[in-house]
């Protein structure tokens, strides 16, 4: 079984952190060009997602198990929220940006960076979630565990 996938393990191994570096340019350029949270979330997910194809569900629960998806999903509709609150405890309206720095620009930059991020991190720990449930009920024991990661 495992030279069958050799291949796909090593382009895989190779693959998957210009991938998540690749998610966090998207995240963190959406603000000035294409991107922003949703895209970086599901490339930042499929990255994960690729990792559990190749070296197996079991593995790919072990690096992100489903406890650290499920915090992911409050942290990201949190920080999200949050940033509306904070608004509105600084005087202005629900997610009113212009009251988050000194200048309506800065706040506007350091709002849709927080609630962006916050969209990003749902969207992450949702796909994976979604990965991880449908394909526990797929393979339902047709893992290799024991293979070397």
Do not use: C
């Amino acid at each position: 079984m495992m030279h069958q996938k050799s291949v796909l393990r090593v382009v895989s191994k190779l693959l998957i952190p210009p991938i998540l570096l690749f998610a966090l340019y998207v995240q963190f350029h959406g603000d000035f060009g294409p991107g922003g949270g949703f895209q970086a979330g599901v490339i930042f997910a499929a990255a994960f997602i690729l990792y559990g194809l190749i070296f197996g569900i079991a593995n790919a629960r072990r690096t992100v198990p489903a406890s650290a998806t499920r915090t992911m999903l409050a942290l990201g509709v949190l920080l999200y929220a949050g940033t509306g609150v904070w608004t509105m405890l600084l005087g202005g309206e629900f997610l009113d940006y212009n009251y988050l720095a000194s200048t309506p620009i800065a706040g506007q930059h350091l709002g849709i960076l927080l609630v962006e991020l916050g969209v990003g991190i749902t969207v992450a720990g949702a796909m994976m979630s979604i990965f991880y449930t449908f394909a526990a009920q797929t393979l339902d024991g047709d893992e290799d565990i024991e293979e070397e990661v």
